[in-house]
Nanobody, 125 residues
Framework: QVQLVESGGGLVQAGGSLRLSCAAS????????VGWFRQAPGKEREFVAG????????YYADSVKGRFTISRDNAKNTVYLQMNSLKPEDTAVYYC??????????????????WGQGTQVTVSS
């Protein structure tokens, strides 16, 4: 059974940094497109960043461009999201997801096959 497990969330002050990890078990996702999404209270889940299997191409939401960096270590079956210059509006539950059949990064959450349970990120002002 495939499992994606996020970690690294927590409470941080505005301007601070966190690094989220998404580890896969049950299968390798070295050939998958992996995306990070987030959902704030009362809001819809939104795309944050994505990375193709080779790591050669990434894509970011405008709201995080220049502050967040997505990367992957296929040998460790893990994808990371480095978040710098955090703002209170970044507060949300962050989810990673794997697209096992795609070749391009999609911002549409319906394009992803497996999801983690999420990790809470809270940024205080």
């Amino acid at each position: 059974q495939v499992q994606l497990v996020e970690s690294g969330g927590g409470l941080v002050q505005a301007g601070g940094s966190l690094r989220l990890s998404c580890a896969a078990s049950g299968r390798t996702f070295r050939r998958d497109v992996v995306g990070w999404f987030r959902q704030a209270p009362g809001k819809e889940r939104e795309f944050v960043a994505g990375i193709v299997w080779s790591g050669s191409s990434t894509y970011y939401a405008d709201s995080v461009k220049g502050r967040f960096t997505i990367s992957r270590d296929n040998a460790k079956n893990t994808v990371y999201l480095q978040m710098n210059s955090l703002k209170p509006e970044d507060t949300a539950v962050y989810y990673c997801a794997a697209d096992t059949t795609g070749w391009i990064i999609r911002a549409d959450m319906n394009g992803y096959d497996y999801w983690g349970q999420g990790t809470q990120v809270t940024v205080s002002s």
